[in-house]
């Protein structure tokens, strides 16, 4: 998978499995953490993470500045750090406030290190990689997740506090080695000082790009549909057996890591990332269609349509995904690779946080009508995609000729 990339590229991809594979660790037992060992309530864990979702949407873009000023991997190492020591901290938090203040610089750094990344993948990879390059470490964010959710289970099992904060000391060093191997195993990419480069507001001006980040945040939401919308419709509206939510959850993982990199081919140019963007949308339009059926049906019939919705929904993610990284490249002037991967960033946080209360509203509220809107609302979305990457200055004479011709 990696033979053909450069020795920088393929050390970057090891230092993401290593850092994935305490964020699986995490994302398995963060809740369980907060809730029976810190003391939290569940309300208060929801508002914190809200909370702080709302502080990374709005810092993403100025973060992503600092990484175009400092060069990629100082400000990625130091975000990985800043990591670090968040996560050591809420081994410390026992109060509502306290979580606030660590869940909001925690989303700061977060922020911060997703546009640092995109722009070190920007630079050390030539242009025609980059996708391809995004694309397997996608995969490998999908293997370290899955490694760590499975030695996560060890600690759940055993259910103890001390094994809880263990678990979280460990996540915050696999931040540390992962900031040692990007500051002493990386070539650095150099920094664009601000009179040099582009204006930290190019981005934010930038409004056909915008657009776009704002129609790539709807379709976005496929990942609170895959993991929050789909099992609550399993277990409230058909049938189905609630073993069948971890099914499709394992069919979503296994898809990614077999056919992610085959599914980013075409999109490296801007014609094929547009062309990605509205193929999602109608994927993910057909996938709520599918979901639609099983309000009316039952049995193995359900069964399998939840199959065929999962596999049809995985596609359209990919494309998206794909799609995403290619218009965000090839958009982003030099000296601005870091604010254009922050404020790219913006759309997928602006899609996790309107998602769960769209989705559950709608989707799984209204039963098959509100599926059927939802496909609207993903199939508009898409068909704008292109309309939207058409208008850029630098992509008109690029993707006008492709638009309207059929997929």
Request: hydrophobic share 55%; proline share 4%.
């Amino acid at each position: 998978m990696t033979a053909s990339f450069s020795p920088a590229v393929r050390r970057l991809i090891i230092a993401t499995l290593v850092n994935t594979l305490g964020n699986g660790v995490y994302a398995a037992i963060g809740a369980m953490y907060l809730t029976r060992v810190a003391g939290l309530s569940v309300a208060h864990v929801g508002i914190g993470l809200t909370i702080a979702g709302v502080i990374g949407l709005i810092a993403s873009t100025p973060l992503g500045v600092v990484a175009d000023r400092l060069g990629p991997n100082r400000a990625y190492v130091g975000f990985l750090l800043l990591q670090a020591i968040t996560m050591s901290a809420l081994t410390q938090v026992h109060s509502f406030g306290a979580y606030v203040a660590v869940a909001g610089v925690t989303a700061l750094a977060d922020s911060g290190q997703r546009g640092a990344k995109g722009a070190l993948i920007a630079g050390l990879s030539e242009p025609d990689q980059r996708v391809r390059t995004r694309a397997v470490l996608r995969v490998t964010t999908n293997i370290g997740m899955g490694v760590g959710l499975a030695l996560a289970g060890i600690v759940l099992a055993l259910d103890k506090p001390g094994l809880y904060v263990g678990a979280l000391l460990a996540n915050a060093v696999t931040y540390c080695v992962t900031a040692a191997m990007i500051q002493f195993g990386l070539p650095a990419v150099a920094g664009v000082a601000s009179a040099a480069g582009p204006s930290g507001l190019t981005a934010l001006k930038d409004r056909p790009f915008l657009a776009f980040v704002v129609l790539d945040g709807v379709l976005n939401m496929h990942n609170a549909m895959a993991q929050l919308a789909i099992p609550l419709w399993i277990v409230t509206a058909t049938d189905a057996p609630r073993w069948l939510i971890s099914v499709l959850l394992v069919i979503n993982a296994v898809a990614v890591v077999l056919l992610q990199i085959r599914t980013a081919r075409g999109t490296e140019q801007l014609a094929g990332a547009a062309r990605a963007g509205r193929r999602a949308g109608l994927l993910l339009a057909a996938a709520c269609g599918v979901l639609a059926i099983t309000d009316v049906t039952s049995g193995t019939v359900t069964i399998a349509l939840l199959i065929v919705a999962a596999l049809v929904h995985v596609l359209g993610e990919m494309l998206q995904s794909a799609g995403g990284w290619g218009v965000s490249f090839e958009l982003a002037p030099p000296g601005a690779q870091g604010q254009y991967q922050g404020a790219y960033a913006m759309g997928h946080q602006l899609g996790d946080l309107v998602a769960p209360l769209i989705l559950t509203t709608i989707a799984v509220s209204w039963g098959w009508p509100g599926w059927l809107l939802t496909a609207a609302i993903f199939g508009i979305a898409g068909a704008f995609v292109p309309v939207a990457v058409r208008r850029h200055p630098a992509a008109a004479m690029v993707v006008a000729p492709v638009v309207g011709t059929a997929t």
